[in-house]
Each structure stands twice: as C-alpha cells, then as structure tokens.
C-alpha cells in the first residue's frame, strides 16, 4: 500500500474497542493521550456480523441487538472520557474490525491510532488473525498497541 499523506497533528486520537477487558489499557492509555495533547478521542467499534452468526446460519445475534449493547457501553465510555475532560465521540460500524479501524482514522484524520491487544501467541493469531497487526499494516498514522491488563 502506497503511504498517504500525514494526517494534521491536532487530529482525534482514535481508540479501536471492543468495550471489553482487552480495551481497558487502551482506553485509559488513549483518554490520558487525548487529554495531554487537547485533541478529542474517537472510539471506533466494529460490530463483526460474521461472529453473530451460529453454524447453519442462524443468528446468535441480530445487528441490531448487538447495536443497542454497544450503544450502552459507548455511552459509558463516552461519559469516562468527559469526567476527565475530554471530547470524546463514538463510530459504531458493522463489518471486519481492522478495516473499520483503519478507514475510520483516514476519514476523520486521526493523529494516532491506540489499541488494544489480547496477547495470543503465534498460534492463537495464526487462527483468529490480529487486529493490531492488520491495523499497524493498513494505517497512515502511528499505531500503539496497548498490552491488556488481562
């Protein structure tokens, strides 16, 4: 992939979540970012619809079940970030999650990119792959991938 021009330094810090225990050190990490350098912080989460579905095709749940749950954990994050005087916004999008991430932070500009990681050995990736790893590739700004306290 051919880089990209630099996004503008005054960006959002974007945070990719899965509003779970793997975000949580990213969370905090891209909050206190955020908050240093006077710049919102844009949380993105990918509502994976392939995950929803159980074998035979039948859902395990609808698209629009699994929204209203992240709609409630995005308002919580939302709230997290303001009480430490932060802007903060979030873009709940369906599809894979490393491709959310990344068209996510060249739209709205994003001055870096904060991660969470599950800490799968070599194994564990080669199976369920690595968001982290499909982001750093993919991305035109710098990526932090924040170990999980889990």
Same mark, same amino acid.
């Given at each position: ?56 095709? *039948?859902?395990?749940? %609808? ?18 970030? %303001? &009480?430490?005087?932060?802007?903060? *916004? ?14 996510? &932070? ?15 050995? %070599?194994?564990? *990736? ?25």
């Amino acid at each position: 992939m051919a880089a990209a021009a630099r996004p503008p330094a005054g960006g959002p810090i974007l945070l990719g979540t899965d509003f779970g225990p793997v975000s949580a050190a990213a969370e905090r990490a891209a909050i206190s970012q955020a908050r240093e350098a006077g710049v919102p912080l844009l949380a993105v989460h990918a509502i994976d619809t392939r995950l929803l579905r159980l074998p035979g095709g *039948r859902f395990l749940m %609808r698209v629009d079940q699994a929204r209203a749950a992240r709609e409630q954990d995005a308002a919580a994050l939302v709230e997290r970030a %303001r &009480a430490l005087g932060v802007e903060a *916004r979030v873009l709940i999008w369906d599809g894979d999650p490393a491709s959310c991430i990344v068209d996510a &932070a060249q739209a709205e500009g994003a001055a870096q990119i904060v991660l969470g990681n599950h800490g799968r050995g %070599r194994i564990g *990736r080669a199976i369920a792959g690595s968001v982290s790893a499909t982001v750093q590739e993919r991305a035109d700004c710098p990526v932090a991938v924040i170990r999980s306290d889990t």
